[in-house]
């Protein structure tokens, strides 16, 4: 069983960056993806980055340009470097993982509890 664990979230301007981080348990071994979602303030859960074990890399329309997913193998962490953030982007995120796939909330096999990020 793969336990996520999220941090880095809080409280910033618009346009201020943010990085966030996901610390993986072991037995990543299964693992083929990981990825960030996002859950706005009354809405539904939705992909914001995945990476899968290929190096394939897919964002979001939304923030393409502002937001980089990557990932420490040696330390079985991913991060999520977000730039010139905006209002919109306001959420509960949450780090994610998938034994095949990553690209919607019902293939994930894994989550973290989420780390709140608040722009204003």
């Known amino acids: 069983h793969v336990q996520l664990v999220e941090s880095g979230g809080g409280s910033v301007q618009a346009g201020e960056s943010q990085t966030l981080t996901c610390a993986a348990s072991?037995?990543?071994?299964?693992?083929?993806?990981m990825a960030w979602f996002r859950q706005p303030p009354g809405k539904e859960r939705e992909g914001v980055a995945e990476?899968?074990?290929?190096?394939?890399?897919y964002y979001a329309d939304s923030v393409k340009g502002r937001f980089a997913i990557s990932r420490d193998n040696a330390k079985d962490t991913l991060y999520l470097d977000m730039r010139n953030l905006r209002p919109e982007d306001t959420a509960l995120y949450y780090c994610?993982?998938?034994?095949?796939?990553?690209?919607?909330?019902?293939?994930?096999?894994?989550w973290g509890e989420g780390t709140q990020v608040t722009v204003s």
């Open positions: 994610a993982a998938g034994r095949a796939d990553c690209n919607r909330v019902d293939r994930v096999n894994y």
């Open positions: 072991e037995h990543t071994y299964s693992i083929y993806c």
């Open positions: 990476l899968t074990r290929d190096g394939d890399i």
